[in-house]
């Protein structure tokens, strides 16, 4: 099949070069020529394992390419996808949909007789009918006598597992109004349908809402667990076991159960707060949500406090090392990750800070501009009074312990991922601080 994707931001290159990957002929356009430039001479401008080779076998094969002209591949396409960024609006979180609507303005000037437009950018729910309205509109006053329907198609790929995650979903979710849509978005999924992924078709609104309520009931584990870390904490029981004890029970599950400073990311934090935007309009209140935001926000800006605690009530003239910036590992990306609340914070209470990250430096540069970034994490370690892990990076998993005692002023480690035993770090002489479990002195 032709299609097109509109925008190639994360989702947009991930997804394009899924569908290429699967077999059809996909054209991703960008407005940014810079960008569809570097993407011509095999750039990617994101980190995601195996994206990389991914887009050169398909560019290779003929079957993925990139331009700046929506027009022409708009025009010669049966499925065009929307996958333009909706950043939250400044100040009540709602998201932001200017993009989309012009992408669809564009689209509708070009789209022929029959195709489907599909949203897989994350969007509030009505959107879709909204703009199957703008899009009939816009065709009317260009005096364009052809049918377009519109569909959503969300997203649940994560970052840094992206590829695996649109190759091998739990499920598909399908919005669309009418048969002939749902038939053709399914025909674009038939290699993963022919494994048996289950393929939820559903209502556009329903699709819409499916994307909202995932995000907001994970990211309501995640903060389910860090509370009961934090009571584990001082009763002396430990995070790990529970979350392995009430996880084996099949109702629960074992995943999203790992304590840790707060979630973080370009989608949890956003599309929680613009969940509540749209119950706010629907007039509803929905609590729980309303409580997990200010949980993960307040955690994040806590987790400051354990540092210093760690270091005997102050960091004032010390030098933190701190191991992750990046909101989790195996990406480059810092939005709203933990670091950019906790690094702050050191730095306003006196600390000096010496981070590294295996990824995301280019990226923490420009926000963390009086942090010292390292070459390697026994760089950052050199002279620090503390060490505290971030984020989970595999290279921070096997550290050699001696010699990281050997070259801090003292050994204390503040481990916000709980990625080493207590008993090894009892054995190697270290002050350790976890999240949900007793500490060690
Ligand atoms: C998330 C969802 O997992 C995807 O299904 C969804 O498609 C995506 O958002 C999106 O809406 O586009 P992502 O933000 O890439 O994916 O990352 P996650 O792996 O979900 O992690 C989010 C945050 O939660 C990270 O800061 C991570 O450290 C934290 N987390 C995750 C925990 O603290 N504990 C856990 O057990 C799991």
Redesign the pocket.
Same mark, same amino acid.
């Given at each position: 099949m032709k299609v097109t994707m509109v925008a190639t931001g994360y989702?947009g290159l991930v997804s394009g070069a899924c569908f290429s990957e699967f077999g059809h002929d996909v054209v991703c356009v960008d407005s940014d020529e810079r960008k569809i430039a570097a993407l011509n001479r095999g750039e990617i401008p994101v980190f995601e394992p195996g994206l990389d080779a991914m887009v050169a076998a398909n560019t290779e094969a003929g079957r993925l390419t990139f331009t700046t002209n929506l027009g022409e591949s708009v025009a010669a396409s049966e499925v065009i996808f929307v996958a333009v960024d909706t950043p939250s609006r400044h100040g009540d979180g709602y998201a932001d949909l200017s993009y989309v609507y012009a992408a669809v303005d564009d689209i509708a000037a070009h789209v022929q007789d029959g195709a489907v437009v599909v949203t897989k950018s994350?969007v509030p729910v009505g959107t879709g009918s909204e703009l199957a309205e703008r899009i009939g509109q816009r065709l009317a006053e260009l005096g364009r006598d052809i049918s377009v329907s519109v569909a959503s198609n969300p !997203?649940?790929?994560? !970052? *840094?597992s992206a590829i695996e995650d649109f190759k091998r979903p739990d499920r598909v979710v399908v919005g669309a109004e009418d048969e002939a849509t749902h038939a053709t978005i399914a025909r674009l999924y038939r290699p993963l349908s022919l494994r048996n992924v289950p393929m939820v078709h559903t209502s556009r609104e329903t699709a819409e809402l499916i994307k909202y309520a *995932?995000?907001a009931f @994970?990211a309501t584990k995640?903060t389910f667990i860090n509370e009961i870390a934090d009571l584990c904490e001082q009763v002396g029981a430990n995070v790990q076991e529970i979350a392995r004890g009430i996880g084996l029970d099949g109702r629960i599950g074992s995943k999203? @159960?790992?304590a *840790?400073p /707060?979630? /973080? *990311?370009?989608?949890?934090p956003k599309?929680t707060r613009a969940l509540l935007g749209i119950a706010e309009q629907a007039d509803v209140t929905l609590p729980i949500v309303d409580a997990v935001v200010s949980s993960n926000e307040s955690r994040k800006k806590r987790m400051a406090d354990r540092i210093i605690a760690a270091c005997g009530g102050s960091v004032e003239g010390k030098t933190v090392a701190v191991l992750g910036l990046t909101?989790?590992p195996n990406t480059d990306d810092m939005r709203e990750s933990p670091s950019l609340d906790i690094i702050p914070a050191l730095l306003e209470a006196g600390a000096s800070v010496q981070a590294h990250d295996p990824e995301g430096m280019r990226e923490a540069a420009p926000l963390l501009p009086d942090t010292k970034l390292m070459t390697g994490p026994y760089e950052a370690l050199e002279g620090a009074d503390v060490v505290v892990i971030i984020t989970e990076w595999n290279v921070y998993r096997a550290l050699d312990l001696p010699r990281v005692a050997s070259l801090m002023n003292q050994p204390i480690m503040v481990d916000l991922r709980n990625i080493y035993t207590a008993a090894e770090m009892q054995q190697a002489g270290f002050t350790y601080y976890s999240v949900g479990r007793e500490a060690i002195s």
């Amino acid at each position: 099949m032709k299609v097109t994707m509109v925008a190639t931001g994360y989702v947009g290159l991930v997804s394009g070069a899924c569908f290429s990957e699967f077999g059809h002929d996909v054209v991703c356009v960008d407005s940014d020529e810079r960008k569809i430039a570097a993407l011509n001479r095999g750039e990617i401008p994101v980190f995601e394992p195996g994206l990389d080779a991914m887009v050169a076998a398909n560019t290779e094969a003929g079957r993925l390419t990139f331009t700046t002209n929506l027009g022409e591949s708009v025009a010669a396409s049966e499925v065009i996808f929307v996958a333009v960024d909706t950043p939250s609006r400044h100040g009540d979180g709602y998201a932001d949909l200017s993009y989309v609507y012009a992408a669809v303005d564009d689209i509708a000037a070009h789209v022929q007789d029959g195709a489907v437009v599909v949203t897989k950018s994350t969007v509030p729910v009505g959107t879709g009918s909204e703009l199957a309205e703008r899009i009939g509109q816009r065709l009317a006053e260009l005096g364009r006598d052809i049918s377009v329907s519109v569909a959503s198609n969300p !997203e649940f790929l994560r !970052e *840094g597992s992206a590829i695996e995650d649109f190759k091998r979903p739990d499920r598909v979710v399908v919005g669309a109004e009418d048969e002939a849509t749902h038939a053709t978005i399914a025909r674009l999924y038939r290699p993963l349908s022919l494994r048996n992924v289950p393929m939820v078709h559903t209502s556009r609104e329903t699709a819409e809402l499916i994307k909202y309520a *995932g995000n907001a009931f @994970l990211a309501t584990k995640i903060t389910f667990i860090n509370e009961i870390a934090d009571l584990c904490e001082q009763v002396g029981a430990n995070v790990q076991e529970i979350a392995r004890g009430i996880g084996l029970d099949g109702r629960i599950g074992s995943k999203f @159960l790992h304590a *840790g400073p /707060g979630y /973080g *990311g370009s989608c949890f934090p956003k599309d929680t707060r613009a969940l509540l935007g749209i119950a706010e309009q629907a007039d509803v209140t929905l609590p729980i949500v309303d409580a997990v935001v200010s949980s993960n926000e307040s955690r994040k800006k806590r987790m400051a406090d354990r540092i210093i605690a760690a270091c005997g009530g102050s960091v004032e003239g010390k030098t933190v090392a701190v191991l992750g910036l990046t909101f989790k590992p195996n990406t480059d990306d810092m939005r709203e990750s933990p670091s950019l609340d906790i690094i702050p914070a050191l730095l306003e209470a006196g600390a000096s800070v010496q981070a590294h990250d295996p990824e995301g430096m280019r990226e923490a540069a420009p926000l963390l501009p009086d942090t010292k970034l390292m070459t390697g994490p026994y760089e950052a370690l050199e002279g620090a009074d503390v060490v505290v892990i971030i984020t989970e990076w595999n290279v921070y998993r096997a550290l050699d312990l001696p010699r990281v005692a050997s070259l801090m002023n003292q050994p204390i480690m503040v481990d916000l991922r709980n990625i080493y035993t207590a008993a090894e770090m009892q054995q190697a002489g270290f002050t350790y601080y976890s999240v949900g479990r007793e500490a060690i002195s």
